[in-house]
């Protein structure tokens, strides 16, 4: 048993917790290897984060795995991306349904390669009635690509006479997102010690608390999880009040 899950708080838990998975180049290239290795390398935190969110009973877990920017890399380091999410996606099938986890994903998923929108969909498909926990990955996903989407589609509903505009509220606009019947994320993790939000659903982190932490994602274990999840239940969420309003 870990010190560090014994600290946790049961009844303190976020139901969504979002990861930026960074550095598993710079990773790489500290021990003298390829980028891809740290891509690969990357693939453990994955599954040992996945599995301590779930252990914990935490419903929702949502990995940045692709942004729409990323295809600005090296072609070649793109199309082993690719095949590695094919892969690893056929291979963690039986994981997921073994430990009862729905596979999700938001982004712009049909410019995906062929093979990997495929892979996709056959691993949403064989895991769509699992209950425990919903893994979303984030896959040619950006945040502005979604605000713009959402919008259009309230343009067109508008246009139609199917809305009135002066009903748009935040409820509707929820409903037009990729990330529509998922709650906000109350944390936020990013590793390699980069603090930003990269484009990352920038809409649901209105009021989500953000944790920061130098190791790199290959380095990232159940313990680093846990360590964020306690410095989460340490803060107060006041969403615009006072703290006395809170306690």
Do not use: C
């Not at 870990?2 to 990861?19: C, G, R, T």
């Not at 009862?100 to 990997?116: E, Q, R, S, W, Y």
């Not at 790199?216 to 360590?227: I, L």
């Amino acid at each position: 048993m870990s010190m560090f899950k014994d600290q946790i708080n049961q009844e303190n838990l976020p139901k969504h917790v979002a990861v930026i998975m960074d550095g598993n180049g710079r990773w790489a290239k500290k021990i003298g290897k390829a980028r891809i290795f740290g891509h690969r390398n990357g693939v453990k935190a994955v599954r040992e984060t996945t599995e301590a969110a779930a252990e914990l009973g935490i419903k929702h877990l949502t990995l940045y795995a692709f942004s729409t920017e990323n295809w600005n890399r090296p072609k070649l380091e793109v199309n082993a991306l690719m095949m590695l999410l094919v892969d690893t996606l056929k291979k963690e099938i039986e994981t997921l349904n073994k430990n009862n986890i729905k596979l999700h994903a938001i982004g712009d998923l049909t410019k995906l390669p062929k093979k990997t929108y495929k892979a996709l969909m056959d691993g949403m498909e064989n895991t769509k009635n699992n209950t425990r926990m919903t893994l979303h990955l984030a896959l040619n996903y950006s945040s502005r690509w979604e605000i713009i989407e959402a919008t259009k589609k309230i343009a067109v509903l508008a246009q139609a006479g199917k809305i009135d505009p002066n009903n748009i509220d935040e409820q509707e606009y929820d409903k037009h997102l990729a990330t529509a019947g998922i709650p906000d994320p109350e944390l936020l993790i990013r590793t390699s010690g980069e603090r930003r939000l990269s484009n990352y659903l920038l809409y649901q982190l209105a009021y989500t608390e953000l944790y920061f932490t130098d190791n790199y994602w290959p380095e990232f274990r159940k313990d680093d999880f846990y360590k964020a999840l306690i410095d989460f239940q340490m803060r107060e969420r006041r969403f615009g009040m006072t703290g006395d309003q809170v306690s």
